[in-house]
């Protein structure tokens, strides 16, 4: 290990806009926690990051267990010895109308993209003020601010609570030399968008390119964002460039939803 290597925690690393993330935390010179409530996934990247010259670890965690949540940040600095950067990735969602939403739904996707991040936050903070500083990244979505596409309602408010709570965080937290941040991510081709695209191509009886096609026929860049799209906002909200950058949400999306 070493020891003057800044540590970043990533959840959902295991597939996705969180393994693009945790690769580019690495590629950046950071130690990397990687952790995922799918263990061989989480293990997967780690091996992944290791690549980049780096230490990794794989945690299983569910994000929605605040003891799971406390266990995975102290696993992180006991291996690592610092905690400096947290991206809070982790997140859960179904292609789903208004009405057909259950209260079940509800709590699946608010466990997790809400109180998670919140949880995930809040352990965090509690390492990086002892520590003197550190830098938080949420991971939210335009489905908080209002677009009309997002895969469904309970989603779209457990986003949009993510993107305020940051700018709370960000200003009860400055004090102690944190900054907190999120980034709205547009269409972005992952495992949880292709389910969505299958669902709906089957729904709808057409072919899955279709379906991508209306998606983002509307972005005025005319293309869907890659997982590596978000993960370099991510780098650089972590960076010292963006030290003086605080409770902002940027949206990465291509144009498609105003800020």
Known sequence: MNAQRETALVTGAGSGIGRAVATAMAAAGRNVACADIDEGAAQTVADMVRQHGVDAMAIETDVGDVAAINAMIDA???QFGSLDVIVNNAGVTRAAWIMELTEEDWDWMHRV???????????????????????????????GRGFAG???????????AVISMTKTAAQQLGGHGITVNSVCPGVTLTPIVEGIVNTRASE???????IIEVMTRDIPIRRANDP????????????????????????????????
């Open 76 to 78: 992180t600095v006991e």
């Open 204 to 210: 709808r009886g057409v072919s899955r390119e279709e």
């Open 113 to 143: 993209n809400a109180k998670g991040v919140f949880f995930c936050l809040q352990g965090a903070a509690r390492q990086m003020i002892a520590q003197g500083g550190g830098r938080i990244v949420n991971i939210a979505s335009i489905a």
């Open 150 to 160: 997002t895969s469904n309602a309970a989603y779209a408010a457990s986003k949009g």
């Open 228 to 259: 590596e799209d978000i993960a370099a906002l991510a780098v650089f909200l972590a960076s010292p460039g963006a030290r003086n950058i605080t409770g902002q949400c940027y949206n990465v999306d291509g144009g498609l939803v105003p800020s």
